[in-house]
């Protein structure tokens, strides 16, 4: 349950989502769209109690190699509701060669970026291929959120 406080220097809201599993059923007729819609609602209560950043905890997509529509319409709600005027009031000091691109989003001068998105992958959407990369890491590298937690070996 949300607890409403009046923000200020010393307060950091977080919205925590998990097991998203964007693009589940997605070729259902009635049912194809609700694990997009039921994210989009999750970013839509971020930004109406002025989340700092969000903490994703696994599987935002259902498969590892979600459909372009899916990865489509995941990237334009990210732009959305992540992509902003405002300012993001804190800072990360772990190292940061952790994110893909060496920099959080929100630190890239190229965009600008008001409610940050930090992710794990799960165990649907977890990275693969010669290349070990994830769904999460083309969000990674078009600025749409901050990956970390990799693993090299996942057995």
């Known amino acids: 349950m949300a607890v409403d406080v009046a923000p200020d220097e010393h307060t950091l809201r977080i919205l925590v989502a ?12 009635v049912r194809g769209q609700d694990a997009l819609n039921t994210f989009e609602e999750a970013l839509q209560i971020g930004k109406a109690n002025r989340a700092d950043f969000i903490l994703h905890g696994g599987d935002l997509f259902h498969e590892n190699k979600p459909s372009r529509k899916c990865l489509y319409r995941t990237m334009d709600l990210l732009r ?8 993001v009031n804190f800072q990360v000091v772990s190292d940061p060669a ?7 989003n929100y630190e890239d001068p190229n ?3 008001e409610t940050p998105l930090f992710m794990i992958h799960g165990n649907h959407d977890d990275p693969g291929g010669d290349s070990n990369l994830a769904a999460g890491s083309l969000l990674e590298v078009a600025g749409l959120a901050n990956c ?4 090299e070996d996942l057995e």
Do not use: L, M, Q
């Open 18 to 29: 998990t097991d998203s599993h964007v693009g589940f059923n997605e070729k259902d007729k």
């Open 80 to 87: 959305r509701y992540s992509f902003g005027p405002g300012e």
């Open 98 to 104: 952790i994110f893909a691109r060496g920099v959080v």
């Open 111 to 113: 965009t600008n970026v």
């Open 148 to 151: 970390f937690g990799r693993s």
